[in-house]
């Protein structure tokens, strides 16, 4: 049986990992410090004899006995409200950490997976992203502590497949949405579903010009199950996300409409550094993986909106 370590399992995208990894027939271990994570999203699995949950902070270090196969890479902050929240929490578990992980992928001659981001782009001059763009950061703005973080594991993780030949294969994820994401955590998907189910205005941030492009959690999850189980691949680097791309302010209508709520809009500051705009150019995903996303942002955001409104059931 395939033996797969996640970390952080308890988050968002992690804790569907785990879910992905048992269906399929692996024994998963699952890591996390619950820094932002939470014990919630893995209680369903805790009886299940193939996973097995370790509570630890892996800037500490990371040992494991017996054989692993396969690595996913998936602790840090993700929010910015998170990460600017824990700074150097995010620095540090996105380098030693980083370090420690690969140290164990290189012992037990597992195949590693790392979770980077779209932020490696920064603020980008090109549009969409394709992977081959060395995108445009502040190294020493706020939102850098998250994406020089995810820079540097790239680099490390690319040193540790040129000095070591650690099967690495590093995925650029795009704003990812779907049930399990906090209702507080900041993100706009998760804000604007609370703001308009509370029926108090939506925050639009700057003149919402803005872009992004949204993907539903389980798109994610099969690109990076096909990532992972494939055994040649030509890419080392893959971008994952949904190219369908919507103006912030957009994006807020598009809420309203949909939860049938009578809140407004109204205008805050735009953090700085915000990126003006993303999309990802998937060609290389969809060249090597044959995979492109599946789920329209109608399907998706109607049971993103289902799950946030049992969260707020389960709080009243
Ligand atoms: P999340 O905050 O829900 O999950 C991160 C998990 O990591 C949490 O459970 C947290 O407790 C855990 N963690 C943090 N520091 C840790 C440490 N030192 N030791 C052990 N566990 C630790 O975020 P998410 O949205 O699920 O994101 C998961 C990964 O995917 C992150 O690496 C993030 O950068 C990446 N990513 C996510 C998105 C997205 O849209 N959700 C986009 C790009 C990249
Ligand atoms: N945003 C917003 N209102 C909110 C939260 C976010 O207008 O309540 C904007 C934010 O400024 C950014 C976009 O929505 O332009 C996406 O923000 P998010 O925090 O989800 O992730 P990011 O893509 O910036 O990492």
Redesign the pocket.
């Known amino acids: 049986m395939k033996k797969v370590l996640i970390?952080?399992?308890?988050?968002?995208?992690?804790s569907h990992l785990c879910d992905r990894f048992i269906k399929e027939g692996c024994y998963v271990i699952g890591?996390?410090?619950?820094?932002?994570?939470s014990p919630e999203n893995l209680e369903h699995l805790l009886l299940n004899q193939n996973f097995e949950f370790i509570e630890?902070?892996?800037?500490e270090g990371l040992e494991l006995e017996g054989q692993l196969d396969l690595i996913l890479h998936?602790?840090?902050?993700?929010?910015p409200v998170?990460y600017l929240n824990f700074p150097i929490?995010t620095l540090?578990?996105d380098s030693v950490?980083t370090s420690h992980v690969l140290n164990l992928a290189k012992e037990k001659k597992a195949r590693y997976v790392f979770?980077?981001?779209?932020?490696v782009y920064g603020d980008p001059q090109i549009h969409p992203q394709p992977e081959s763009y060395w995108g445009n950061v502040n190294p020493v703005g706020p939102r850098s502590v998250?994406d020089e973080a995810?820079r540097f594991s790239e680099a490390l993780s690319m040193a540790y497949y040129r000095e070591y030949g650690v099967d690495i294969r590093i995925i650029r994820?795009?704003?990812?949405?779907g049930p399990r994401?906090?209702l507080q955590?900041g993100r706009v998907v998760p804000n604007f579903i609370f703001q308009a189910l509370k029926g108090i205005d939506l925050t639009v941030y700057g003149d919402g010009s803005q872009t992004r492009s949204f993907c539903y959690v389980d798109d994610l999850i099969d690109g990076i199950f096909s990532v992972a189980e494939k055994d040649e691949i030509k890419y080392r680097v893959l971008n994952l996300g949904n190219p369908d791309e919507f103006k912030i302010v957009d994006f807020a209508r598009i809420i309203i409409e949909k939860t049938g709520s009578e809140s407004k809009i109204i205008f805050k500051p735009l953090p700085p550094d915000d990126p003006q705009m993303r999309k990802p150019d998937i060609d290389r995903a969809h060249e090597s993986l044959q995979w492109s996303p599946k789920i329209s942002l109608d399907e998706g955001i109607k049971s993103t909106i289902e799950f946030f409104q049992s969260q707020l059931k389960e709080q009243e």
């Open positions: 970390t952080g399992a308890a988050g968002f995208i992690g890591i996390d410090n619950f820094l932002t994570g630890h902070d892996i800037i998936f602790a840090c902050p993700a929010s998170d929490e540090m578990v950490g979770a980077s981001t779209s932020e998250y995810k994820i795009f704003n990812t949405y994401m906090k955590d």
